[in-house]
């Protein structure tokens, strides 16, 4: 008996395009997988800036407050803004000493809280306007003397200039115009 010839090619060109099939078959399932990890990783990516989205929506409003309340404490405290409202005529100089820095003090306690929303660079430029304000009026009233109108010592703050809190204030200003 002579073997078939016909029938073993046949079955080895079967085999072969069985073989060929079935490697096209896991080289599909690769490429699938593959990509089924490529939009994995893609979808992650676009939940994360989601996140990202929905926080800067909670965060930016409060940046923008913080922003706005600090340059309302410098504006306030700013010398003749801040004797206007502390002075008040007959005031003895102790206690118009005292309120002054109390206030100054107080309105920046008031706002502490607000530094986590702000750069380093203008919260720096704030914390140093305050001290120097503190520091000017200390300075002043420790050049007056006892018998001086406390009316002379008000008319002396407020002809001061202060360049600390409106070099704080440019500052302010300039970072929150990065910040948009």
């Given amino acids: ?19 060929a099939g079935l490697l096209l078959m896991v080289f599909a399932v ?11 990783a893609e979808l992650r990516n676009i939940g994360k800036m989601e996140l990202k989205v929905q926080a800067l929506k909670i965060i930016m409003p409060l940046k ?3 922003y706005e309340r600090f340059l309302l404490y ?8 801040l004797v206007k409202r502390v002075y008040v005529p007959g005031i003895e100089k102790g206690a118009f000493h005292l309120q002054l820095l109390q206030n100054v ?15 380093n660079t203008t919260w720096n430029a704030v914390v140093n306007a305050k001290e120097e304000l503190v520091n000017q009026i200390n300075t002043t009233f420790e050049q007056l003397k006892d018998e001086e109108d406390v009316s002379i010592l008000a008319q002396s ?8 809190v409106e070099q ?3 500052i302010l200003k300039r970072d929150f115009e990065r910040l948009l």
């Fill in 1 to 19: 008996m002579r073997p078939n010839y016909n029938v073993m090619n046949n079955n080895l060109i079967l085999l072969i395009l069985m073989s």
């Fill in 30 to 40: 690769m490429i699938l997988l593959r990509l089924s990890k490529m939009k994995d």
């Fill in 64 to 66: 923008v407050q913080a």
């Fill in 74 to 81: 410098l504006e306030r405290v700013q010398l003749p803004q």
């Fill in 105 to 119: 003090r107080e309105e920046f306690e008031h706002n502490l809280a607000q530094q986590l929303y702000v750069s």
């Fill in 157 to 164: 703050l407020v002809a001061l200039p202060n360049p600390v």
């Fill in 168 to 170: 704080a204030i440019a």
